[in-house]
Structure formats: C-alpha cells, structure tokens
C-alpha cells in the first residue's frame, strides 16, 4: 500500500508492477483491494486525505486514459480509476498485457497493476521485461530466491523483504538501461564535486 500510493505514486520507485505466486494471488488481491478502497482521495490539506492531486490535470488525465486504454484491450479493473481534476483514484488493476503503458511505461501516479505467476525464474524475466531498471522489491523466506533475484534482475538494487520504494541517502542509489546513469549517495555526491587532479614525474639522470 505504501509502495504504491504513498505521494500519490509520484516517485520514481512506486511500486507499479506486483507479481504474486498463485498459491496466494487470490487472497493477496482481495486484500490488497479492500485496502485501497479504504484510501481517501481529495485535498492534502486535510488530514484524513491519503491520496492528494497530481502533479497537474494532464497527467492525471494521461494516467486515466491509460488506464481505460488497458481496460478496452481485457484488463479487469479491481478498485479506482475514477478523476476528479487531478485527483485520481488509487487504482489496482489485472490481466494488464505486458505492452500496455501501464506495464510497459512510467505511471507516475497511483496505480498498479497485479499478475500471478507459477514459477519464480519466470517472474523475474517477466520483470525484467522492461526499458527501465530502477529497483525492485522480493519478499520471500528462501535465500535462493533472494541470491537468484540479486543475480538476475536487471535493476540497480534489489531490497528483499522490503518495497523497491525504500532508500537511504548513504546507499549506492540508482538504476540501468532507461532508468539512467551513475548513482546517488554521499559517496557518489563527493566525487561529483571532487575535481581529479594528475602528477606524472619521469626521473631525469
């Protein structure tokens, strides 16, 4: 719940795609959804107010019509999906394709969208079956599991037992591929401002 509608999902480490072994995907779902329904949507002023406006009315009307483009071509919507200005609902939705925007693209808003898998080599191709490498979250009592993840997917961190949104200033922060070059951190942050300086000395006879 954090991980995907905490600041309305505007962050690039919101959790967006959420892969769920079968044996628990009903279960998982079904609270899951009533969560978000409990969600309140308006204004951040108000206290009681969990999900506040985006950034502005056109991405909010982006998002919206992502989401009835991903519904026209079979998705199934759970819970949300309605705007109000720039408020939009917190959203969950499944039988997403692979090539919707929702999966495919940056949301960058309170949405998200759950698949279920068998097998757990799978899920992680599934996973990387992305332009954007940020960081992505594993929750599970096996440490192969966790080794095979730090292995293979294709991201620059993975949190295990922890949502792909959490990060610490002092850590190596930042991703591959599309989601771009170099990291964060205090050390990182150092050398950007250090400028290197070179001395070569040949001994003269």
């Known amino acids: 719940m954090i991980g995907a509608f905490y600041q309305s999902g505007q962050s690039c480490i919101s959790v967006q795609r959420i892969f769920i072994h079968h044996s628990i995907y009903q279960k998982f779902r079904d609270e899951l959804v009533a969560a978000a329904r409990k ?4 204004d951040p002023r108000n206290e009681e ?59 960058f808003g309170p ?17 990387n079956d992305s332009r954007f490498g940020l960081q992505a979250g594993i929750f599970t009592n096996h ?14 961190g993975v949190l295990i037992n922890e949502i792909p949104s959490w990060r610490s200033d002092s850590m190596p922060y930042g991703g591959i591929k599309e989601s771009g070059l170099g990291r964060e951190g205090i050390r990182f942050a150092m050398e950007e401002m250090t400028e290197p300086k070179v001395m070569v000395i040949r001994k003269l006879d």
């Open 143 to 156: 440490l192969n599991h966790a080794l095979e993840a730090w292995e293979e997917l294709e991201v620059g």
């Open 111 to 127: 949405v998200a969208v759950l698949s279920s898998f068998n097998n757990f080599s799978e899920s992680l191709k599934a996973a």
């Open 39 to 42: 969600l309140k949507a308006g």
């Open 49 to 107: 107010t969990d999900i506040g406006p985006l950034i502005s009315d056109s991405e909010a009307i982006r998002l919206e019509q992502w989401i009835q483009k991903a519904i026209t071509n079979g998705a199934t919507l759970l819970c949300g999906g309605k705007r109000k200005g720039a408020v939009l609902e917190p959203t969950l939705l499944e039988n997403v394709s692979d090539r919707e925007p929702l999966c495919s693209e940056e949301a």
